[in-house]
Every structure is written in C-alpha cells, then in structure tokens.
C-alpha cells in the first residue's frame, strides 16, 4: 500500500470538505470541479489505500472509521501548510512567527504569566497567542492544529496515541469565602460546617466541581445548599464579597489573593484518600522535536519550579 503515490493537495481538500458537507455535490462546488471528476478522485484515493473512505447514506456522504482517520490527517496536514504559509508572510514583512497557546483557567493567574516572560526571553521575536477556555473545548483545537500546545488541569483529559501529556505541578481545591468570613479563622473546620453557608458553585463539566463533589463525598456530604451555579472566578469572588457565600478553587488560581487578603482559604479538617489533581501541559506527539516547542515545555517547567503556595 503506497498511499502518498499519487495523493495531491487537492485530495486532502477532498477529504476534508467532503467530511464537513457530506455531499459529493456541495464538495465539488467548493474544489470548483464536476462531480464525476470528484468520484474518480475519491476512487483513486480509495485504491490506493484499500479502504472505503465514505459510504452514501439517507443522509448522505458519511466517513468510514478509515475515512476518519485519514480525514484527521488531511486536517492537520492542511493545518500545518496554513501555518507554513502564515509564517513565510510575517518573515516577508519582517514581522514574528506566532506560537498559540490554549490554556483553563487554574494557570491564568501564575504559571502563564511566569513562563510567558520566561520564554520571551528566550525567543524575542516570537509572538504568543493564548486561548483560555475548558480543557474539553481546547482539546479539540490541539488535535486539528489551531493550537500548538495546551496547559491546564488535567482531571478531564485522556490520554490518546496522538498526544503527550506532563505533570507540572499538583494542584489543591480550596474551600473560600471572603477575608473575613465567620470561618476564616477557624481551625481544622469540619466540612459538616459548610452547609450551614450558601454555595456559588462550578458547572458540573468543570473540574474544580468534580473535585469537589469528590470531596464532599468522602466528607459523607450529600448535598449542599447553593445559589449560583457559575464559571466565572472573578464574579464569584467579587459576589462573595459582602456576603457569607463559600466557592472552592483551585489552589494556584487563590493563592496571591489570599496573600492580599481578597478572600480567606478555609482551614478545612483533613480526608484520607484525598488525591490532588495535576496541572500538566499536553502537546501532539510529533510536535516536541520543534525548537518552538522544545523551548515552550522547557520554559513552563522552569515556571511550575519557581511556583510556590506555601
């Protein structure tokens, strides 16, 4: 099977629209070539491989599971000669090469900045673009090349052939409330105490809830009295305020603000069987010998050992 014989840029193409339309028809107004031309390429590429790529179905082209494979690489191929041709027009205008970061919320306030400034000195003239959202939502763009690497928790990841993950640091869930809360100065707070206050809580995809319904599970809290349910760090924070309300976070994220005395890090009493998550970095796996890349997880190593939370 020699599959790149004869395999053009416009079979990727192929490939790719084909996928997003599921319509022969549609596919070959995009490539601006007659639809039996388009059929005799999805044959070709199909002999040449050995596998049916697509199957008509009621509702149209559908990819086989080869089809998806072959499909995913057409993307990130394609990808990657978007970035090439990105590339060669900033080194024609004598502009940088860009470098596009995804990252969750838990390394905004700490490990990014630090490896940010860390890296620019390193590579100067290279531009960074940073994406904040849920590791969920980044992941995708990694393995389609609209990012280049990602950093966050890594509760809600799972490991695949095409990507690589390292642990950076661990990362603690917190109990908060405001600097003055009427358990701020408490010792050893037994958890059943939390019920007693009102709750701003994170949506149940994220993973500080995760680790919090872990948490009060092995507390033997059932349920708990909340108000707001919210993904937004610096509404809660500014909500609990003036008020008796309690969020958890993660340890990384409060720890300057507890410093500054923006909100109080609850002395909780100590669970048995409590494991921290992991705030780690993840990156394609023919993506490390880049010296881009090589140099961006050097850099965010440096950072995660200059952290400290005590």
Not at 9 to 36: C, M, N, W
Not at 156 to 174: A, C, G, I, Q, W
Not at 237 to 251: G, K, P, T
Not at 269 to 286: A, M, N, R, T
Request: aromatic content about 8%; glycine content about 4%; proline content about 4%.
């Amino acid at each position: 099977m020699n599959i790149l014989k004869n395999l053009k840029f416009q079979h990727l193409l192929l490939l790719v629209y084909l996928d997003e339309s599921g319509s022969l028809t549609k596919a070959s107004e995009r490539l601006h070539i007659t639809q039996p031309a388009l059929s005799r390429w999805l044959n070709e590429i199909e002999e040449n491989c050995g596998f049916q790529l697509f199957e008509r179905t009621g509702k149209g082209m559908k990819a086989t599971s080869a089809g998806l494979i072959f499909v995913e690489y057409a993307q990130r191929i394609l990808k990657n000669l978007e970035r090439v041709e990105e590339d060669l027009n900033a080194l024609k205008v004598g502009s940088s090469r860009t470098f596009k970061v995804g990252i969750t919320p838990a390394c905004a306030p700490t490990l990014i900045p630090l490896t940010v400034t860390i890296f620019q000195q390193l590579q100067p003239n290279v531009k960074i673009v940073i994406k904040e959202e849920l590791m969920q939502d980044l992941l995708p763009q990694l393995h389609t090349d609209k990012l280049d690497i990602v950093v966050g928790r890594l509760d809600n990841y799972s490991p695949d052939s095409l990507t690589m993950s390292e642990v950076l640091y661990e990362d603690h869930v917190k109990i908060i409330g405001r600097h003055d809360h009427p358990l701020a100065d408490k010792k050893n707070v037994p958890w059943k105490a939390l019920k007693d206050y009102p709750w701003i809580i994170w949506p149940k995809e994220t993973p500080i809830r995760k680790q919090l319904d872990r948490l009060l599970t092995i507390a033997g809290i059932t349920t708990i009295d909340y108000y707001i349910q919210s993904n937004s760090f610096f509404m809660n924070l500014n909500l609990m305020q003036n008020s008796n309300y309690i969020s958890a976070a993660s340890e990384s994220v409060i720890h300057s603000l507890s410093k500054a005395n923006l909100l109080s890090i609850f002395d909780m009493e100590k669970l048995k069987e409590i494991h921290p998550g992991s705030i780690g970095v993840i990156y394609l796996v023919d993506q490390l010998n880049t010296y881009l890349m090589q140099d961006f997880v050097d850099c965010l190593h440096k950072a995660a050992k200059q952290l400290d939370f005590t």
